[in-house]
């Protein structure tokens, strides 16, 4: 696993996020966002993922654009991120952008290590993952979802989904008593995607103060 470290190391609160080579060229435009609005020292963990549609995803479902189908290896990532979540003294947050939002959510279902799941533009698309939802219980204690105001007009079919999925997503999450946020942001799914991240690190910064 390659890691990049921005921020205070010895700070108590830690963000791990999932990126591949573009969220790394927006990355410090991203910490910067999450410092002007918080006052929370926090230590930024991000860490490379070289296979994103196998090492992402839950669960096996075939390719919704091109031909790589999506794999299942969302519980080994989820191992190696544990990893890094092994001193007690220290609060601990998940979040990413795209299918590494919904990798983050999905991580909310199995296990209650992270405080808080920053899920900006999550691929709520993906195959029977609203479902999963529905049968699980969430063990985070907040969670923050975004999505673009465009993202549902997407000429794919699968994939225009996108926000009749969130919106299921975000009622079965407030009928359960989860402390969550559902916001829209402008533009389509390519817009902003290092302060879209960055502000939902903010929102579940700020609700655990």
């Known amino acids: 696993m390659t890691l990049y470290q921005y921020g205070d190391p010895e700070a108590k609160t830690v963000l791990i996020q ?3 080579d573009h969220d790394l060229s927006g990355i410090e435009n991203e910490v910067a966002y999450i410092r002007e609005h918080t006052d929370r020292p926090f ?3 991000a ?6 549609n196998r090492d992402l995803s839950p669960w ?3 390719a919704v654009f091109g031909d790589h189908d999506f794999g299942a290896g969302a519980e080994e990532t989820l191992r190696e991120v544990l990893s890094l979540c092994e001193n007690p003294e220290k609060t601990y947050y998940l979040g990413g952008y795209s299918l590494a939002a919904l990798f983050a959510l999905w991580a909310a279902f199995r296990t209650d290590r992270f405080s808080g799941i920053a899920a900006a533009s999550p691929s709520m698309w993906f195959p029977a993952f609203v479902d999963f939802i529905r049968e699980n219980e969430c063990k985070s204690d907040c969670i923050y979802l975004s999505l673009g105001n465009k993202e ?5 079919p699968v994939m225009a989904t996108v926000g009749d999925r969130m919106r299921e997503a975000f009622s079965i999450l407030k009928e359960r008593n989860v402390d969550c946020i559902l916001e829209w942001n402008e533009g389509n799914h390519f817009r902003e995607a290092d302060i879209r991240t960055a502000k939902g690190f903010v929102w579940v910064l700020e609700r655990k103060k």
């Open 18 to 20: 999932p990126v591949d």
């Open 43 to 45: 230590h930024l963990v």
């Open 47 to 52: 860490f490379k993922i070289s296979d994103w």
């Open 60 to 62: 096996e479902a075939p």
């Open 152 to 156: 549902e007009k997407a000429r794919n």
